[in-house]
């Protein structure tokens, strides 16, 4: 993950948290939110029995819902509401049952209201599984609207 103003990194964190704290799906799932910075994210997610196809390997829209998951965590990190307004998944091998699957977001490009963002899933310490880009927009209004409020109000 790159470097970044302190400031930058607890604004990440705050926003994360408030994501985290909403985001019932990541919890059933049994995600969980490694690392984040501002314009990146790094999330896991156990393949669990009840994840897997008629195949046994992971259901691919899963992993499609892990890296779609770190790529919102890395969009929103800013503290900007941010969806997606495209993605697109390649799937270059199979996960598992019992694998620990990581995805990886690094923000790409971020002009105005769009962005660009690379994800890879991979199993934890191995092989690449899928290769994720989403393209984000920015819509109206804050993660956390009291964080955009107390940065406006000056120090007394």
Request: aromatic share 6%.
């Amino acid at each position: 993950m790159k470097q970044q103003h302190p400031h930058a990194q607890k604004l990440a964190e705050a926003v994360a948290a408030a994501m985290w704290q909403r985001d019932q799906t990541v919890q059933a799932l049994g995600m969980t939110l490694q690392s984040i910075s501002a314009g990146s994210a790094l999330v896991s997610m156990p393949v669990r029995a009840d994840m897997v196809n008629g195949h046994h390997i992971c259901h691919g829209g899963l992993m499609f819902t892990l890296a779609d998951t770190a790529f919102a965590y890395a969009c929103n990190s800013y503290n900007h509401n941010t969806v997606a307004s495209a993605c697109h998944i390649d799937f270059l091998a199979p996960a598992k049952e019992g694998d620990m699957l990581e995805a990886e977001a690094v923000e790409r490009s971020r002009s105005g209201r769009t962005g660009v963002y690379d994800v890879t899933v991979r199993v934890r310490g191995g092989k690449i599984v899928a290769l994720f880009r989403g393209k984000s927009y920015r819509i109206n209004g804050e993660v956390m609207a009291e964080l955009e409020q107390a940065a406006q109000v000056p120090s007394q």
